[in-house]
């Protein structure tokens, strides 16, 4: 029996997100993605027309006549979320905190698995991966899914990109769609591995920023402390010249990651702490189909 709290605030979380949800069923929820792998089907004849590197040598060699290996979309997809959950996603200088954006994208994202009878899974990591799901349909299961989303407590507090996008390379063997929801990127670090991620499935990055990272008010000296190495340092907002180079260098960051993402083939959502999770996967999926379509 599942607890009345969990219920509820799935509950909560579907009619939050059911636009969402029912934009992705409706519209071009399988279309836009690219997770489907190619299920073999089997060996016929080679018929004119057929392409050439479709043939199976072997078994034209022991037949004597040509013969060509047919492969098949495989009709459902896999879908992965990989969550960062380190100390840094617990801060919101608003009413909500980066993880309960994060935690309703996911739950929003798993809900349109369901919906659409595809596999879903989460990984759930800091500086090391602390819980794996793996992919599986069907209502309990996805409950699973959104019951760990919302209540499970990590051990850590740091965070180590380079370990959950190790370990879904070496752990998916079929294509999927995975998006890594995380506020911190050191691209520089993880240019292999998100190559490599990208490469192997449809990967899609998802940023989880708050406004006050970005240009915090003037209130004069403010200490802060990282919240995932506790280091403390003292700033002073009031230095707008200092404040404005903070800004041009996260700028510069939102570039190189821009540039880092359209090389390797991935998108990117951002989602802001506090604010809807809806209008940017929106925007990502009409982004997606005008691409397919060659609409501008």
């Known amino acids: 029996m599942l607890p009345k709290e969990l219920l509820k605030e799935v509950r909560r979380i579907e009619i939050k997100t059911r636009h969402l949800v029912e934009s992705l069923y409706a519209g071009g929820y399988r279309s836009v993605f690219k997770g489907r792998g190619i299920e073999f089907a089997g060996i016929r004849e080679y018929y004119r027309g057929d392409e050439f590197r479709s043939i199976d040598w072997k078994v034209s060699a022991r037949s004597g006549n040509l013969h060509v290996r047919e492969h098949i979309e495989e009709r459902e ?131 989880v920023r708050d406004p006050r990272e970005r240009m915090l008010p003037d209130v004069g000296l403010v200490e802060i402390a990282d919240p995932e190495t506790g280091e403390e340092m003292v700033i002073d907002t009031s230095d707008r010249a200092a404040m404005q180079r903070l800004v041009e260098r996260q700028v510069v960051f939102d570039q190189n990651l821009t540039r880092v993402c359209r090389n390797f083939g991935m998108d990117m959502i951002t989602l802001t702490a506090g604010e809807s999770v809806v209008k940017p996967v929106c925007q990502l999926f009409a982004e997606r189909e005008r691409r397919m379509t060659g609409h501008k």
Do not use: W
């Open 77 to 207: 997809l896999q879908v992965v979320v990989a969550l960062d959950l380190s100390a840094s996603m617990a801060f919101g200088s608003g009413n909500r905190e980066k993880r309960e954006s994060a935690v309703e994208f996911a739950a929003a994202i798993c809900l349109a698995a369901e919906r659409n009878n595809d596999r879903a899974g989460v990984c759930l990591f800091t500086d090391e991966v602390e819980k794996f799901v793996h992919p599986a349909k069907g209502r309990t299961h996805i409950l699973r899914l959104i019951r760990e989303l919302l209540y499970f407590i990590p051990k850590n507090r740091g965070t180590n990109l380079k370990v959950p996008l190790d370990y879904l390379n070496m752990t998916l063997s079929r294509r999927s769609v995975v998006f890594l929801v995380t506020d911190a990127l050191r691209i520089g670090s993880i240019e292999r591995e998100l190559r490599i991620a990208a490469a192997r499935h449809d990967f899609i990055l998802v940023l």
